[in-house]
């Protein structure tokens, strides 16, 4: 797979990112969510998983869909 950051990062790249795919997708980096009461609520499906990113990092990929 290849990709490409589109958003998001910082100086050591251990922060939030968004990158988009040779598969027409994309890949979400962010803070895993490991509070209990939210991933019951969220109901994942085995071989899911959700991560929180900041409203700001959404924005800096207007315009970048494939």
Partial sequence: MEFT???????????????TTDRKSYIVQGYTI??????????LPPGESAV???????????GEAR
């Fill in 5 to 19: 950051k589109i958003s998001g990062g910082c100086e050591d790249d251990q922060c939030p990112a968004v990158y």
């Fill in 34 to 43: 490991s509070d209990p009461d939210v991933l019951e609520k969220l109901g």
């Fill in 52 to 62: 929180e990113i900041p409203h700001a990092l959404l924005e800096g990929i207007r």
